[in-house]
């Protein structure tokens, strides 16, 4: 069966910080996908990032960054000068392959980041 | 191009009552999903349809729990009697049937929170 692990339920830091929320998987299948959403006070999930389990090459965007490494099975993520902005609850994801699962997500329980001015 | 919509917000009824919670998808997208995530917990799947099939509905719940989805357009998730464990917010999902890039990003309503009393 599948898992996702966000051990952080709450982070706090001030504005400028760098903050690194934590993802652990478990699967048994050795093609899968990862995927980063946001969740802004507005309620929609936000998609970030999708990564496969052939590709471990870390991933820069702006000021966000991944990190996944199969040899520990945890995919976290990184906000680099951390801003108001950036408050919200942050989602880990794990997908089967689409032809087994359809896509189906499991979901770890969240991380809400609040970043203070 | 507009976002998934779900209607209503926010529902508060009574135990024993019914309620139906509605989405609409992205124009064009034939994959369509309901996730529900209680009392700050993970997000869970519900079910996935393709156009207006059921794909795979092993996260429903029980028997209570309804959905359909009418000429593969909107569909509806109806809960009838709803019990107070059913509180939680259900979000709904779209996305492409291309899977030739991998696993389908899904695209999210704002959710639909529900609270029974």
């Known amino acids: 069966a599948q898992k996702v692990t966000q051990a952080q339920t709450e982070i706090s830091v001030v504005e400028k910080e760098d903050v690194t929320l934590d993802c652990v998987y478990e699967?048994?299948?050795?093609?899968?996908?990862l995927f980063w959403y946001k969740q802004p006070p507005s309620g929609e999930l936000v998609f970030l990032i999708r990564?496969?389990?052939?590709?471990?090459q870390n991933e820069i965007s702006g000021r966000y960054s991944w990190n996944f490494q199969k040899s520990t099975s945890s995919f976290n993520f990184t906000i680099t000068a951390s801003q108001v902005v950036d408050s919200a609850v942050y989602f880990c994801?794990?997908?089967?392959?689409?032809?087994?699962?359809?896509?189906?997500?499991?979901f770890g329980e969240g991380t809400q980041l609040t970043v203070n001015p | 191009e507009a976002g998934v919509t779900q209607f209503p917000s926010h529902s508060v009824i009574e135990k024993g009552q019914t309620v139906t919670l509605r989405c609409d998808p992205i124009?064009?997208?034939?994959?369509l999903y309901w996730y529900r995530r209680v009392m700050g917990k993970e997000i869970k799947f519900l079910l996935h349809?393709?156009?207006?099939?059921?794909?795979?509905e092993s996260g429903m719940p029980n028997n209570r729990f309804l959905a359909e989805r009418t000429g593969g357009t909107y569909s509806t998730l109806k809960v009838q009697p709803a019990e107070l464990e059913d509180s939680g917010v259900y979000f709904c999902?779209?996305?492409?049937?291309?899977?030739?890039?991998?696993?389908?990003?899904?695209?999210f309503g704002a959710g639909s929170r529900l609270t029974v009393l």
């Open positions: 994801a794990l997908s089967e392959a689409p032809e087994t699962s359809g896509s189906r997500l499991t």
């Open positions: 699967t048994r299948d050795t093609t899968y996908y």
């Open positions: 990564r496969n389990s052939f590709d471990e």
């Open positions: 124009s064009g997208h034939d994959n």
């Open positions: 349809f393709v156009k207006e099939s059921k794909q795979d």
């Open positions: 999902a779209s996305s492409h049937d291309i899977l030739l890039s991998g696993a389908n990003v899904l695209t």
